[in-house]
């Protein structure tokens, strides 16, 4: 009995702990996406959620159609890990990545999105991320793109980041491609019900097990 109660508590404790650690997002289990299709808007909105956060405009496209599709036909990869990539969509602006708690923002890679052929003009020529914590700003990033991913460090806790972009003189609009979004804070935690009871349970039972072994 005695080795059922440390045990219980070991695991409460391990469970509650193990809410937190780092994750990369590599946009290749986007919820529908099945190898198959070219491109694929990334979950958005108040209730539609990938790993734990909310994307707006976002797309992903994966290395058949940044290779043999549409305009692109480029040589490399869209992706480095494994298959799909995020750009934005439709060449908007601003592209947010957010979610109702604080998360530690690590970076992301990135590069513009084609230079193989008449695609290039819409190449983003350079991306700023800033990160907010309720819409206040804490920190700002800037790299120029190339046609090779570079990761760009960001290194805040934010609710919220705002990716914009640069552009060449004569374009009207623009695009590039993020992979390997890092972020070591999980940013959708257990519901507070759950927390409870486990802390909970990890506290109590070590109680239990103090005073049987005192």
Request: glycine share 10%; aromatic share 14%; charged share 15%.
């Amino acid at each position: 009995m005695k080795k059922l109660i440390v045990l219980l508590a070991c695991l409460g404790l391990i469970l509650f702990a193990g809410t937190a650690g780092a994750m990369t997002i590599g946009f290749d289990d986007i919820p529908g996406a099945t190898g198959t299709e070219t491109y694929i808007p990334v979950p958005s909105g108040p209730d539609a959620y990938y790993e734990y956060f909310t994307f707006t405009g976002f797309s992903a496209m994966n290395d058949y159609y940044y290779g043999t599709d549409g305009y692109y036909k480029n040589t490399a990869p869209a992706s480095q890990s494994p298959e799909y990539a995020a750009f934005n969509q439709s060449g908007g602006q601003n592209a947010e990545i957010s979610t109702s708690v604080l998360f530690n923002a690590v970076g992301a890679s990135f590069k513009y999105i084609t230079k193989d052929d008449q695609m290039q003009s819409w190449s983003a020529t350079s991306i700023t991320v800033k990160g907010f914590m309720d819409k206040t700003e804490v920190g700002s990033a800037s790299m120029d793109l190339t046609d090779t991913y570079q990761f760009l460090e960001f290194g805040w806790v934010v609710d919220q980041l705002v990716i914009s972009y640069t552009m060449l003189e004569d374009a009207t609009r623009a695009f590039w491609l993020m992979d390997d979004f890092v972020d070591d804070i999980p940013a959708k935690p257990m519901p507070e019900p759950s927390i409870l009871l486990l802390l909970g349970a990890g506290l109590l039972g070590l109680g239990f097990a103090r005073r049987r072994f005192q």
